[in-house]
């Protein structure tokens, strides 16, 4: 049994199983986290992008009440559910509609959006937070019901979660499970926060 503070190099060595058509997870995402203040933050939605900017939150109130720079924190974006458009590339939200699925207005044209409205633009962006520092992480559970979802008019989901995976933007990692990601970062000392 392990112990519940185990180091991360120990959580390296316990034993994975994959089948044959799963490769072993990527855990990069895990590797090289040591910050002073660690944090996993759950997003199972994209509401309006409220998430991302609890994250940017997070690292600018450290930074303005304790004189913290980002390289002194650690912050994973976990995302899953209802959360899944926030890591797919603007190819994905226009041919899927993901805008219109999910009642993701483009703020420009007041229309359902046909882009990732977070992906690039803005302080709390994907790649802004990225280059300060935020792991992004994504739940393949996730994608296989998105896909099944996508796919249910009559296509293939598995060609659809081959699709959106190779979709994801860049620098955001598929991880098996994010019940699984979050159990694994907390064994490495990450504190956790939901964001809904």
Same mark, same amino acid.
């Given at each position: 049994m392990r112990r519940a503070g185990a180091s991360l190099a120990a959580l390296a060595l316990w034993?994975?199983? *994959? *089948? &044959?058509t799963e490769p072993a997870p990527d855990e990069s995402w895990l590797q090289g986290l040591n910050g002073k203040?660690? !944090?996993?933050?759950?997003?199972?939605g994209c509401k309006d992008g409220h998430p991302l900017g609890r994250v940017a939150n997070f690292f600018d109130a450290y930074g303005e009440a304790y004189s913290l720079k980002d390289s002194e924190l650690n912050a994973i974006f976990g995302i899953h559910g209802g959360g899944m458009p @926030?890591?797919?590339?603007? &190819?994905?939200w226009a041919k899927y509609e993901i805008g219109?699925?999910?009642?993701?207005?483009?703020? !420009?044209?007041?229309?359902? *959006?046909?882009?990732?409205?977070? &992906?690039?633009? +803005?302080?709390?962006s994907v790649a802004r937070l990225?280059?300060? +520092?935020?792991?992004? @992480?994504v739940c393949m559970r996730s994608i296989r019901r998105m896909s099944r979802e996508l796919a249910s008019g009559g296509g293939n989901a598995e060609a659809v979660r081959a699709e959106l995976t190779s979709n994801l933007l860049p620098g955001v990692t598929p991880v098996p499970a994010?019940?699984?990601?979050?159990?694994?970062? !907390?064994?490495?000392g990450l504190s956790y926060a939901f964001l809904g």
């Amino acid at each position: 049994m392990r112990r519940a503070g185990a180091s991360l190099a120990a959580l390296a060595l316990w034993p994975r199983q *994959s *089948s &044959a058509t799963e490769p072993a997870p990527d855990e990069s995402w895990l590797q090289g986290l040591n910050g002073k203040h660690r !944090q996993i933050f759950d997003v199972d939605g994209c509401k309006d992008g409220h998430p991302l900017g609890r994250v940017a939150n997070f690292f600018d109130a450290y930074g303005e009440a304790y004189s913290l720079k980002d390289s002194e924190l650690n912050a994973i974006f976990g995302i899953h559910g209802g959360g899944m458009p @926030i890591a797919l590339n603007d &190819a994905m939200w226009a041919k899927y509609e993901i805008g219109k699925r999910y009642s993701e207005m483009d703020p !420009q044209t007041g229309a359902p *959006s046909v882009r990732n409205p977070w &992906a690039r633009n +803005g302080t709390t962006s994907v790649a802004r937070l990225q280059e300060r +520092g935020v792991r992004f @992480i994504v739940c393949m559970r996730s994608i296989r019901r998105m896909s099944r979802e996508l796919a249910s008019g009559g296509g293939n989901a598995e060609a659809v979660r081959a699709e959106l995976t190779s979709n994801l933007l860049p620098g955001v990692t598929p991880v098996p499970a994010m019940i699984v990601a979050v159990n694994r970062a !907390q064994e490495a000392g990450l504190s956790y926060a939901f964001l809904g």
